[in-house]
């Protein structure tokens, strides 16, 4: 997820910043609100870590642009105050204005990130800290990745570029919007190593029926997962492998199972004569050869 965040003590800023690049985030950092505004209009940034106290323009000033200036049509952008301003006030005027929460300095940093989590949860409809996609699982608190219940190793791009397409499941995400979210102002990212990250993405994901589908001139959309066509393609590969069986045997007729599914064929072997109708041939066969020797003669030639 990308992160901007806008506070004017630097000190504080870097603390932040290195605090949730090692959560996993691509995080930017301004000490201006006229900067904020601008980076927001012309960029997508999934929360924003937002001080009161900055010069010129105050963070409820840049608040109030955030919210009635263009509109979100990314989706929703979550907004988190930080500041020394306690007052009962200070905290109303700020929800009124459209912050999602406020923490008051000086804070705990496992408290900001939990938050930070919360946030992000709540924007992308996530309801726990568990991202759950089919055989896939995502424990976004943890930083741990499941597939089938076993763990799977993600670089931390690869990770970023999958938590991306979570959120966006059945719609196409392109290669600038996967580069906005996953890369930060500072960071060199080109379209060619996005396509690199699907490429191992797909290697570690598609044996468990996972894919993620090329859009070509639009980017990439993950499919949802569909356990009933993955136990169908099952069935259709196993279809052929009876059917040669069943052409090798040409003497074998085929009928329907009515117990078992119309897709599974049982060969069934005709039925042979019974005793008594064996009986009853040979001797019609015997006694057409007797008249036939007792009609001829020796030479072959009829008797007269």
């Known amino acids: 997820m990308r992160l901007l965040i806008v506070e004017d003590d630097a000190p504080l800023a870097s603390g932040l910043r290195r605090i949730l690049e090692a959560e996993g985030h691509a995080v930017d950092v301004t000490?201006?609100?006229?900067?904020?505004?601008?980076?927001a209009a012309q960029e997508r940034f999934?929360?924003?870590?937002?001080d009161i106290g900055l010069p010129q323009m105050d963070g409820f000033e840049v608040l109030r642009r955030l919210r009635t200036g263009s509109p979100e049509k990314n989706g929703p952008m979550p907004v988190l105050v930080l500041t020394a301003r306690d007052a009962v006030d200070d905290r109303v005027r700020g929800l009124?204005?459209?912050a999602d929460d406020y923490?008051?300095?000086p804070f705990a940093m496992?408290?900001?990130t939990a938050r930070v989590r919360a946030l992000l949860r709540r924007s992308q409809a996530h309801g726990g800290p568990r991202?759950?996609?089919?055989?896939?699982a995502l424990d976004t608190v943890a930083r741990r990745a499941f597939l089938k219940n076993e763990p799977l190793e993600l670089a931390a791009r690869e990770w970023a570029v999958l938590e991306v397409l979570l959120g966006k499941v059945e719609k196409i995400v392109s290669k600038e919007a996967i580069i906005q979210a996953v890369a930060g102002w500072g960071d060199d990212l080109s379209p060619n190593a996005i396509e690199v990250y699907v490429s191992r993405l797909r290697s570690k994901l598609e044996p468990a029926g996972i894919k993620i589908r090329t859009v070509r001139g639009f980017g990439y959309m993950l499919e949802e997962y569909k356990a009933e066509e993955r136990r169908c393609s099952s069935l259709a590969r196993w279809l052929p492998t009876t059917r040669r069986s069943s052409r090798q045997r040409p003497r074998m007729t085929r009928a329907w199972s009515t117990s078992a599914s119309r897709s599974a064929r049982t060969c069934v072997p005709p039925a042979r004569p019974t005793g008594?109708?064996?009986?009853?041939?040979?001797?019609r066969s015997c006694a057409a050869t007797a008249s036939t020797r007792c009609t001829t003669g020796s030479s072959g030639r009829p008797a007269r």
């Open 110 to 112: 496992p408290e900001l």
């Open 131 to 136: 991202i759950v996609h089919g055989p896939l």
């Open 31 to 39: 000490s201006r609100g006229e900067q904020a505004v601008l980076a």
């Open 46 to 50: 999934d929360l924003v870590i937002l």
């Open 96 to 98: 009124d204005l459209g």
């Open 276 to 283: 008594s109708s064996c009986r009853r041939r040979s001797t």
């Open 103 to 105: 923490m008051v300095k």
